[in-house]
């Protein structure tokens, strides 16, 4: 069975940094771009970090620039997030997606919580 398993989100300060992991079991890892998703309470799902696989590491928006940083170990078969200078409105659940080349080919993790507090 095709498994994405999110893990090491948590609590932390405004300002400080996380870096939760997703790993993939069930399919060729290396075959996916594996993306970062989140969704706030209240909120709809968006995205915030792309794949170096599909062109290389991406933040959705400006929000993220420079502070969210997805990457890839294949060997492992996980991606992380890198979070850093977290502020309160980063606090959500966090979900990674991994895609193929179908439509029908999507995978969602369950999520991790991340919650900012000051």
């Known amino acids: 069975q095709v498994q994405l398993v999110e893990s090491w989100g948590g609590l932390v300060q405004p300002g400080g940094s996380l870096r939760p992991s997703c790993s993939a079991s069930?399919?060729?890892?290396?075959?996916?771009?594996i993306k970062w998703y989140r969704q706030a309470p209240g909120k709809g799902r968006e995205g915030v970090a792309g794949?170096?696989?599909?062109?290389?590491?991406?933040n959705y928006t400006e929000s993220e620039k420079g502070r969210f940083t997805n990457s890839r170990d294949n060997s492992k078969n996980t991606v992380y997030l890198q979070m850093n200078s977290l502020k309160d409105e980063d606090t959500a659940v966090y979900y990674c997606?991994?895609?193929?080349?179908?439509?029908?080919?999507?995978?969602w993790g369950q999520g991790t919580e991340v919650t900012v507090y000051s």
């Open positions: 069930g399919f060729t890892f290396h075959y996916y771009v």
């Open positions: 794949d170096t696989k599909d062109g290389g590491v991406k």
């Open positions: 997606k991994a895609e193929g080349t179908g439509v029908s080919d999507r995978y």
